[in-house]
């Protein structure tokens, strides 16, 4: 199994700064795509931004600009700089990962499936 673990959410001032972090752990054979999605009150989730192994990015249109993402591929880790923050940023951010892991068998190592790993999710509050 892989775990994400989020870090980083916290009470921010609209206009202010925050930076999220998310480390993958567990028996990792390869990590692909990782990225960052967001469930506002009352709302569907949501992709924000996200990330390939080589680099390329994507962003939704309402945080382009403000919002850039970042990995470590050495660190299994996945970052998310928000600034210029808006109240309606206000959700909790996932953290999200499409990769495998690998199973042993006597000396052998195999690999399961690529799936979706999700984190549990870290609060993000934006106040006017």
């Known amino acids: 199994q892989m775990q994400l673990a989020e870090s980083g959410g916290g009470l921010a001032r609209a206009g202010g700064s925050l930076r999220l972090s998310c480390v993958a752990s567990?028996?990792?054979?390869?990590?692909?795509?990782m990225g960052w999605y967001r469930q506002g009150p009352g709302k569907e989730r949501e992709m924000v931004a996200g990330?390939?192994?080589?680099?390329?990015?994507n962003y939704a249109d309402a945080v382009r600009g403000r919002f850039t993402i970042s990995r470590d591929n050495a660190k299994n880790t996945v970052y998310l700089q928000m600034n210029s923050l808006k109240p309606e940023d206000t959700a909790v951010y996932y953290c999200?990962?499409?990769?495998?892991?690998?199973?042993?068998?006597?000396?052998?190592?195999?690999?399961?499936?690529?799936?979706?790993?999700w984190g549990q999710g870290t609060q993000v509050t934006v106040s006017p």
């Open positions: 990330i390939t192994s080589g680099g390329s990015t």
């Open positions: 567990g028996q990792i054979f390869s990590i692909n795509d």
């Open positions: 999200s990962a499409y990769g495998s892991t690998y199973g042993t068998k006597g000396w052998t190592k195999y690999q399961h499936p690529l799936q979706h790993y």
